[in-house]
C-alpha cells in the first residue's frame, strides 16, 4: 500500500513537471512570435497538429489565447491541449489565408474539421474553358456538384470565412484574369481601363492567356510566390531585350504588385459596388466615440448595427493605453488602430464617428494608412447639441446619396456609440 502510494505520488510529481516545462517552453514561443501576417500550427503533446489558423499579426492573435480570459471563441475550448506552437510568417493576410487553406487541406486538423461549417469554408476555382474562368463556391455547393472534376481544372481551399468578393477583387487586379464572355468583340469595362488583357475581344489567344494568366495565378495560388516573381522577372527583362515595352511594363507592375499586395482587412472589407442599393437596405455600420472625465479615465467605445438594428454582441470597449493628457483625436487613432489589427471581426460598410472635422480626417487618416476605402461619417454636435452637422468623407456618390438618405440612423448608432462609452466610462470610476 505504501509503495503504491509512493507511485502514485511520482506520476503526480512527474505529471506536474511535464506541465511545468511545456508552460515554460509556450511562454518562451509566445515572445517569439513577430508582429506580421501568417499563419499559426498548435500541436498536442503527441506531436499531432490539431489547429491552423491565420493572423494579422501573429503577435497578437496567437497570445490572445492564453491571456486567460475566456471568450466565446471554439479554439479556447482545446487551448489546453496545446504543447507546441509553430508560425509561417507571410508577406500578407492574403497570403497567409492561402498558406491556411493548403495546410488544412494537406493535414486535415482534428479542430479545424470538427469546428467545420460548410456555410464559411469556400474555395477558389478554375474552369477547363477555352479561356478559364475564375470564381469561387462554398464547400455545400461543391458536394452538390457530380462532376466537380470534369468542370474545374484547379480547386484551391478550402478558405475558411473567405470573403470572396474581396479577394477576387485583389487577385483580378493582380493578375488581370478575364470576369466577361470571351469573343464578343466589344471591349469590357476592364479592357477599357487597361486591367484586361483582351479576352473579350480576342487580342489575346488562349494559348497566351493561360501562359500570362493563368499559369501566374496557379503558382501564387499554390503558393509559390517566389518561383514566381524569378518567372516574371525573366520574363520581364526578355521582353525589354525585345523591345517590347508595353509587356515589359506590365510584368513590372505585375510584380510590384506582388511585392506590395493590400493587407488587413481587404478581406474582409465589403465593397460597395458589389451590393446593391436600389431598396435602400440598411448595410452593416461601426460608430465610436471617445469618453474622459478631464485627462482621467480615458476609454473609447465601438457599437454596431445592421440590417436588424443594434448588434450588442459586436459591442467592444478600449482602454486608452498611449495617450496622455486630454486629446480625442489621439484617442480615436489609437480606437481605430487596434480594432484594424482584428481581421476576424466583420469589416464594416460605414464608419461613424461622434465628432466633427478634425475626428473624420483622423478616421480616415488611419483607414488609409492601413489601405482601406471606406466611408467615413463624422456627426458634430452644435453648440445647443440640437444640431448636428454631418462631415461625409467619400468620393462615391452612391455612398453620399445613401448616408444622407439615412441621418436619422446615423444619429442614432452615433447616439448609442456615445451612451456605450459614458457607461464604461463611469463604470470604471466606480471601481475606485
Given at each position: 500500500?505504501?509503495r503504491?502510494?509512493?507511485?502514485?505520488?511520482?506520476?503526480?510529481?512527474?505529471k506536474?513537471?511535464?506541465?511545468?516545462?511545456?508552460?515554460?517552453?509556450?511562454?518562451s514561443?509566445?515572445?517569439?512570435?513577430?508582429?506580421?501576417?501568417?499563419?499559426?500550427?498548435?500541436?498536442d503533446?503527441?506531436?499531432n497538429?490539431?489547429?491552423?489558423?491565420?493572423?494579422?499579426?501573429?503577435?497578437?492573435?496567437v497570445?490572445?489565447?492564453?491571456?486567460?480570459?475566456?471568450?466565446?471563441?471554439?479554439i479556447?475550448?482545446?487551448?489546453?491541449?496545446?504543447?507546441?506552437?509553430?508560425?509561417?510568417?507571410?508577406?500578407?493576410?492574403?497570403e497567409?489565408m492561402?498558406?491556411?487553406?493548403?495546410?488544412?487541406?494537406?493535414?486535415?486538423?482534428?479542430?479545424?474539421?470538427?469546428?467545420?461549417?460548410?456555410?464559411?469554408?469556400?474555395?477558389?476555382?478554375?474552369?477547363?474553358?477555352k479561356?478559364?474562368?475564375?470564381?469561387?463556391?462554398?464547400?455545400?455547393?461543391?458536394?452538390?456538384?457530380?462532376?466537380?472534376?470534369?468542370?474545374?481544372?484547379?480547386?484551391?481551399?478550402?478558405?475558411?470565412?473567405?470573403?470572396?468578393?474581396?479577394?477576387?477583387?485583389?487577385?483580378?487586379?493582380?493578375?488581370?484574369?478575364?470576369?466577361?464572355?470571351?469573343?464578343?468583340?466589344?471591349?469590357?469595362?476592364?479592357?477599357?481601363?487597361?486591367?484586361?488583357?483582351?479576352a473579350c475581344?480576342?487580342?489575346?489567344?488562349?494559348?497566351d492567356?493561360?501562359?500570362?494568366?493563368?499559369?501566374?495565378?496557379?503558382?501564387?495560388?499554390?503558393?509559390?510566390?517566389?518561383?514566381?516573381?524569378?518567372?516574371?522577372?525573366?520574363?520581364m527583362?526578355q521582353?525589354?531585350?525585345?523591345?517590347?515595352?508595353?509587356?515589359?511594363?506590365?510584368?513590372?507592375?505585375q510584380?510590384?504588385?506582388l511585392?506590395r499586395?493590400?493587407?488587413?482587412?481587404?478581406?474582409?472589407?465589403s465593397?460597395?459596388?458589389?451590393?446593391?442599393y436600389?431598396?435602400?437596405?440598411?448595410?452593416?455600420?461601426?460608430?465610436?466615440?471617445?469618453?474622459?472625465?478631464?485627462?482621467?479615465?480615458?476609454?473609447?467605445?465601438?457599437?454596431?448595427?445592421?440590417?436588424?438594428?443594434?448588434v450588442?454582441?459586436?459591442y467592444?470597449?478600449?482602454?486608452?493605453?498611449?495617450?496622455?493628457?486630454q486629446s480625442d483625436?489621439?484617442c480615436?487613432?489609437?480606437?481605430l488602430?487596434?480594432?484594424?489589427?482584428?481581421?476576424?471581426?466583420p469589416?464594416?460598410?460605414?464608419?461613424?464617428?461622434?465628432?466633427?472635422?478634425?475626428?473624420?480626417h483622423?478616421?480616415?487618416?488611419?483607414?488609409?494608412?492601413?489601405?482601406?476605402?471606406?466611408p467615413?461619417?463624422?456627426?458634430?454636435?452644435g453648440?445647443t447639441?440640437?444640431?448636428?452637422?454631418?462631415?461625409?468623407?467619400?468620393?462615391?456618390?452612391?455612398?453620399?446619396?445613401?448616408i444622407?438618405?439615412?441621418?436619422?440612423?446615423?444619429?442614432?448608432?452615433?447616439?448609442?456609440?456615445?451612451r456605450?462609452?459614458?457607461?464604461?466610462?463611469?463604470?470604471?470610476?466606480k471601481?475606485?
Amino acid at each position: 500500500m505504501e509503495r503504491a502510494q509512493c507511485l502514485h505520488g511520482r506520476r503526480v510529481e512527474i505529471k506536474s513537471n511535464f506541465g511545468k516545462m511545456i508552460m515554460e517552453k509556450i511562454i518562451s514561443q509566445l515572445k517569439k512570435l513577430p508582429d506580421t501576417p501568417g499563419v499559426y500550427l498548435f500541436f498536442d503533446a503527441q506531436k499531432n497538429l490539431i489547429y491552423v489558423g491565420k493572423a494579422t499579426s501573429l503577435h497578437d492573435r496567437v497570445r490572445s489565447y492564453f491571456r486567460g480570459a475566456r471568450t466565446s471563441r471554439p479554439i479556447e475550448q482545446m487551448i489546453h491541449l496545446v504543447a507546441d506552437i509553430k508560425h509561417k510568417p507571410t508577406d500578407s493576410v492574403l497570403e497567409a489565408m492561402i498558406l491556411e487553406g493548403r495546410l488544412i487541406k494537406k493535414s486535415r486538423p482534428k479542430y479545424n474539421i470538427d469546428w467545420r461549417d460548410d456555410k464559411s469554408w469556400n474555395y477558389i476555382v478554375i474552369t477547363k474553358e477555352k479561356y478559364p474562368h475564375i470564381s469561387t463556391f462554398r464547400e455545400h455547393e461543391l458536394k452538390q456538384l457530380s462532376d466537380v472534376d470534369k468542370k474545374f481544372q484547379y480547386v484551391f481551399g478550402p478558405y475558411p470565412g473567405l470573403n470572396t468578393a474581396a479577394t477576387l477583387k485583389i487577385l483580378r487586379k493582380i493578375f488581370r484574369f478575364s470576369t466577361c464572355k470571351a469573343g464578343q468583340n466589344r471591349p469590357c469595362l476592364y479592357r477599357q481601363m487597361g486591367e484586361c488583357l483582351g479576352a473579350c475581344t480576342g487580342e489575346i489567344s488562349a494559348k497566351d492567356y493561360r501562359q500570362k494568366v493563368i499559369k501566374p495565378l496557379v503558382l501564387f495560388l499554390s503558393g509559390k510566390k517566389k518561383s514566381l516573381l524569378r518567372g516574371l522577372g525573366v520574363a520581364m527583362v526578355q521582353a525589354s531585350k525585345l523591345k517590347n515595352y508595353e509587356e515589359a511594363s506590365r510584368l513590372r507592375d505585375q510584380i510590384k504588385s506582388l511585392q506590395r499586395i493590400q493587407d488587413i482587412a481587404m478581406l474582409n472589407a465589403s465593397m460597395v459596388s458589389e451590393k446593391n442599393y436600389a431598396n435602400e437596405s440598411v448595410v452593416r455600420i461601426e460608430g465610436y466615440d471617445i469618453s474622459n472625465l478631464g485627462t482621467q479615465d480615458k476609454v473609447g467605445s465601438m457599437v454596431v448595427f445592421d440590417e436588424s438594428g443594434p448588434v450588442k454582441s459586436h459591442y467592444r470597449k478600449f482602454n486608452i493605453k498611449t495617450v496622455s493628457g486630454q486629446s480625442d483625436v489621439d484617442c480615436l487613432a489609437e480606437v481605430l488602430a487596434r480594432r484594424l489589427r482584428h481581421s476576424e471581426w466583420p469589416m464594416p460598410d460605414v464608419f461613424l464617428i461622434d465628432g466633427g472635422l478634425p475626428q473624420a480626417h483622423t478616421a480616415m487618416k488611419i483607414l488609409h494608412a492601413h489601405q482601406i476605402d471606406l466611408p467615413v461619417v463624422g456627426i458634430a454636435k452644435g453648440p445647443t447639441r440640437r444640431q448636428n452637422t454631418f462631415i461625409v468623407q467619400t468620393k462615391n456618390i452612391t455612398w453620399k446619396n445613401w448616408i444622407y438618405g439615412h441621418q436619422k440612423l446615423l444619429i442614432q448608432v452615433r447616439d448609442e456609440a456615445h451612451r456605450f462609452a459614458i457607461a464604461f466610462n463611469r463604470s470604471k470610476r466606480k471601481l475606485f
